[in-house]
């Protein structure tokens, strides 16, 4: 059952501070983006584009002259995380293991929403270098962005087959750089996402598999974090954007609006549309985009901050229970 919207603001405060602070003293929320353009735009993928398309933050706070920052990082996830350190954002967007490294460290998020579960990556290969599993490529040099979900997928898939980073010869690149090194044959391999297909569809990539031929084993899952200080002491605010949020996922999770998608990204994005085509012909929006935070995606996380733990990405485990904010579960949002 539904929490009523008055409890659900209540809940979301936290201390009595919250109840003291209004959100006319708020000018502006900085929201953090990873940057995955390979053009001038910028683009974070999923609803973060839907919602700057349809200016709905915008929209959302523009009766109380709240203006909405959006800040995008090359340097993904641990960029963002030094922000956060630093007082710089209030709300990031993040794959699963640079939230997890940023709660681990310290760092006081609260989780806020679920943007997206099973997101599928790939294994990227020199043409004719002859890897076709991932027990192909022990001892090879393999490229990876260390910090972000496709570092943590890319252990999920070796522990399926009973690897881990210790068989390969490990290379930290961030996504462009392992792509121009894999067309350079500078790399035996690189492990990310699906502009690899453009790799692929130039002849100067193979991709023998990706997450889904592993049985979801590696798949990335995203969400919403807050730092603590602005959840505690704008509850309001942070209820009515995730609110507000619910209008993209709406638009997002019906099946529908597929092709508009793609479109949407791709020309954020700079790339070509039939790789997200080709990657999302087998899925369905509504099965990626969710925001609810359900036990089976929490339970998910949860496996995340275990592996993370397990292969030393992190120092320190936590209990995702611990991480979210309450009420949100209760309340449905």
Known sequence: MKLPFKRLITLLAGTALA??????????????????????????????????????????????????????????????????????VDLAYLGDLAAIIGRSNGLDTRLLSATARGVKQYLGVVPGSGIKTLQDLKGKRVAVFRGTATQLSLNGALASQGLSEKDL??????????????????????????????????????????TKDLGGAGSVQAVLVGSGTFVDAHPEVVAKLLKA???????????????AYIELVSGLASYPPVILTNDLQDQKLSEIFPSTLDPVFL???????????????????????DWVVPGLVAAGI
Do not use: C, M
């Not at 392992?178 to 035996?188: G, H, P």
């Not at 496996?303 to 320190?316: T, Y």
């Open 245 to 259: 949020q619910q209008q993209a996922v709406q638009w997002l999770t019906d099946d529908h609006n597929k092709q």
């Open 299 to 321: 339970g998910k996380l949860q496996d995340a901050v275990d592996l993370a733990s397990k292969e030393r990405l992190i120092r320190k485990s936590f209990r995702v229970s």
């Open 19 to 88: 109840g003291l602070v209004q959100a006319a003293d708020l000018k502006e929320i900085r929201i953090a983006v990873p940057d995955l353009s390979a053009g001038t735009q910028n683009s974070g993928g999923g609803v973060t584009d839907v919602l700057r398309s349809q200016q709905i933050f915008e929209k959302a706070f523009a009766d109380q002259g709240i203006k909405i920052q959006w800040n995008y990082f090359k340097g993904a996830g641990p960029v963002i995380n030094e922000a956060f350190a630093n007082g710089q």
């Open 169 to 210: 010869k490990i290379i930290n690149l961030d996504f462009n750089a392992a792509v121009a090194a894999l067309a350079a044959k500078q790399i035996d391999a690189t492990w990310g996402g699906s502009n690899l297909s453009s790799l692929q569809a130039r002849g100067l990539a193979e991709i023998p598999l990706t």
